[in-house]
T-cell receptor, first 116, second 116 residues
């Protein structure tokens, strides 16, 4: 499968615990995005990387959230001291941006987080 | 800030009926427009996109959308729906900063139920 991969598919954690999710983008894509989707809502932008540089962060991304893409390939999203309001589907997407266009904006299947 | 409005929360149609899902966005500059579909239990899939050129865009599975710049609209249409079109449909916009693209901003989605 050469699409966007996310791991794990599901995560149940107790409030206050830390969790980390991983995203493997399509290999030739230089951009990687994180979104969050709650029930009845469209995906909401969290942050994105161009290669290894984190270029934009949403104000939704509180200081408990941190994302990395250390080698410009896979990315991790960590949530510290989880709260029940963090329960959501976390989506990763990747794309190739070149001069004049953006190509292949592809989403992964997501990681569903449940905080109990 | 940019925003996307999808007028219908839930649409119920019989097979062979025609479909039109509304999408309006708020941004005065150059945008790219997308429609994504999410089938039950599956990830977001791109139906079609508009970057420039012919404002009538044809996508996969018989869907099309028309960009009307004066109305800030990008409505999705299909002349004859099938039971397999039952899914949630999301309109999305990103800002074109003259060769560089912003992140996607999604509407809240429209759930389509097609009765056999």
């Amino acid at each position: 499968d050469t699409g966007v991969s996310q791991d794990p598919r599901h995560k149940i954690t107790k409030r206050g615990q830390n969790v980390t999710f991983r995203c493997d983008p399509i290999s030739e894509h230089n951009r990687l995005y994180w979104y969050r989707q709650t029930l009845g809502q469209g995906p909401e932008f969290l942050t994105y990387f161009q290669n290894e540089a984190q270029l934009e962060k949403s104000r939704l991304l509180s200081d408990r959230f941190s994302a990395e893409r250390p080698k410009g390939s896979f990315s991790t999203l960590e949530i510290q001291r989880t709260e029940q309001g963090d329960s959501a589907m976390y989506l990763c997407a990747s794309s190739l941006e070149v001069a004049g266009g953006i190509y292949g904006y592809t989403f992964g299947s997501g990681t569903r987080l449940t905080v109990v | 800030a940019q925003s996307v409005s999808q007028h219908n929360h839930h649409v119920i149609l019989s097979e062979a009926a025609s479909l039109e899902l509304g999408c309006n966005y708020s941004y005065g500059g150059t945008v790219n427009l997308f429609w994504y579909v999410q089938y039950p239990g599956q990830h977001l899939q791109l139906l079609l996109k508009y970057f420039s050129g012919d404002p009538l865009v044809k996508g996969i599975k018989g869907f099309e959308a028309e960009f009307i710049k004066s109305k800030f609209s990008f409505n999705l249409r299909k002349p004859s729906v099938q039971w397999s079109d039952t899914a949630e449909y999301f309109c999305a916009v990103n800002v074109d900063y003259g060769g560089s693209q912003g992140n996607l901003i999604f509407g809240k989605g429209t759930k389509l139920s097609v009765k056999p």
